[in-house]
């Protein structure tokens, strides 16, 4: 009967939220254990839920993973709840408070597709052809890019470096950048990095997705001027939602291909979201390799 008070109890958490009654069903669902380890956030800010007496409730925990009632109801009263183990820590946060990390890009402030670098390492010299289909509008390339091929007609080598056809020069890597495209970046995962630890977390972070120092250092040889002078940054590394919008098509096929983007976004105050799982990438045969990325205001 106690914890049974103590969860309906959470309810009247000092956010304003409404009670609730929940079904006894709902409650003896679950084999829980009360821990008062775990912190609370409330849109970024950390709150301790409260009885209505003044007495400090804590949520219950199930499988290692927090259960709360409210997760019942959240998408009726338009709540967000992350469930995080690895800092202790849950979040609840609002439909506004989510909206406002999904801004699209303001007007005035277009959002660019900046600096995807296309590195080539085959297992032996070879010819090779790397066709982009983007969404949006390329509006500059580096070496030029083929409209009649859709990209790039090159000679590889294990080394990383390329001799272009077209002109028969030697590059370091294919180049390209576009704008227009509609791509909606998830915000509500990634990290909260002050930008004097900029370099320190990039340096760390892309050496753990996998990129040589060669690659990591020539990234944020780039992206550092941009970040290190915001109070903070949150960063996300995208995944489908930009690699479905920026499509590679190479010959030969690479057996192993890694494509980093970072969509950040500048913020004054430091504000909590959910971390970002970290894979790592092995390199193997032909392997492709790309970064770049978008400031979001």
Not at 8 to 24: E, K
């Given at each position: 009967?106690?914890?049974k008070?103590?969860?309906?109890?959470?309810?009247?958490?000092?956010?304003g939220?409404s009670?609730?009654a929940?079904?006894?069903?709902?409650?003896?669902?679950?084999?829980a254990?009360?821990?008062?380890?775990?912190?609370?956030?409330?849109?970024?800010?950390?709150?301790?839920?409260?009885?209505?007496d003044?007495?400090?409730?804590?949520?219950?925990?199930?499988?290692n993973?927090?259960?709360?009632?409210?997760r019942?109801?959240?998408?009726?009263?338009?709540?967000?709840?992350?469930?995080?183990?690895?800092?202790?820590?849950?979040?609840?946060?609002?439909?506004?408070?989510?909206?406002?990390?999904?801004?699209?890009?303001?007007?005035?402030?277009?959002?660019v597709?900046?600096k995807?670098?296309?590195?080539?390492?085959?297992?032996?010299?070879?010819?090779?052809?790397?066709?982009?289909?983007f969404?949006?509008?390329?509006?500059?390339t580096?070496?030029?890019?083929?409209s009649?091929?859709?990209?790039?007609?090159?000679?590889?080598?294990?080394?990383?470096?390329?001799?272009?056809?077209?002109?028969?020069?030697?590059y370091?890597?294919?180049?390209?950048?576009g704008?227009?495209?509609?791509?909606?970046?998830?915000?509500?995962?990634?990290?909260?990095?002050?930008g004097?630890?900029?370099?320190?977390?990039?340096?760390?972070?892309?050496?753990?997705?996998?990129?040589?120092?060669?690659?990591?250092?020539?990234?944020?040889?780039?992206?550092?001027?941009?970040?290190?002078?915001?109070?903070?940054?949150?960063?996300?590394?995208?995944?489908?939602?930009?690699?479905?919008?920026?499509?590679?098509?190479?010959?030969?096929?690479p057996?192993?291909?890694?494509?980093v983007f970072?969509?950040?976004?500048?913020?004054d105050?430091?504000?909590?979201?959910?971390a970002?799982?970290?894979?790592?990438?092995?390199?193997?045969?032909?392997?492709?390799?790309?970064?770049?990325?978008s400031?979001?205001?």
């Amino acid at each position: 009967m106690k914890n049974k008070k103590m969860i309906i109890g959470i309810l009247a958490l000092s956010i304003g939220l409404s009670s609730i009654a929940f079904a006894d069903s709902t409650l003896k669902a679950v084999t829980a254990y009360i821990n008062k380890g775990l912190k609370m956030t409330y849109d970024g800010k950390t709150f301790v839920p409260k009885e209505t007496d003044g007495t400090e409730i804590y949520p219950l925990v199930y499988n290692n993973r927090t259960y709360l009632p409210l997760r019942a109801v959240s998408e009726k009263m338009g709540l967000t709840i992350d469930y995080t183990n690895t800092d202790n820590t849950i979040c609840i946060k609002t439909k506004e408070y989510m909206e406002n990390l999904n801004l699209n890009p303001s007007p005035d402030f277009p959002m660019v597709v900046k600096k995807p670098n296309i590195y080539l390492y085959p297992t032996k010299k070879q010819d090779t052809t790397v066709k982009l289909n983007f969404s949006g509008d390329i509006f500059v390339t580096y070496p030029t890019y083929s409209s009649k091929i859709s990209g790039w007609d090159v000679t590889a080598y294990p080394d990383g470096k390329i001799i272009n056809k077209a002109d028969n020069k030697e590059y370091s890597y294919l180049f390209w950048e576009g704008k227009n495209a509609d791509i909606k970046y998830d915000l509500s995962e990634g990290f909260i990095v002050e930008g004097k630890d900029t370099m320190s977390f990039l340096q760390e972070t892309l050496s753990k997705m996998g990129l040589t120092p060669k690659e990591y250092n020539e990234f944020i040889v780039y992206w550092l001027p941009q970040m290190q002078g915001n109070k903070y940054n949150l960063i996300h590394f995208a995944g489908k939602e930009y690699t479905d919008n920026a499509k590679l098509d190479i010959t030969p096929k690479p057996d192993s291909m890694l494509r980093v983007f970072m969509a950040f976004k500048p913020l004054d105050k430091k504000i909590e979201v959910k971390a970002q799982k970290i894979n790592p990438f092995i390199r193997k045969g032909f392997t492709v390799v790309e970064w770049g990325g978008s400031e979001i205001r």
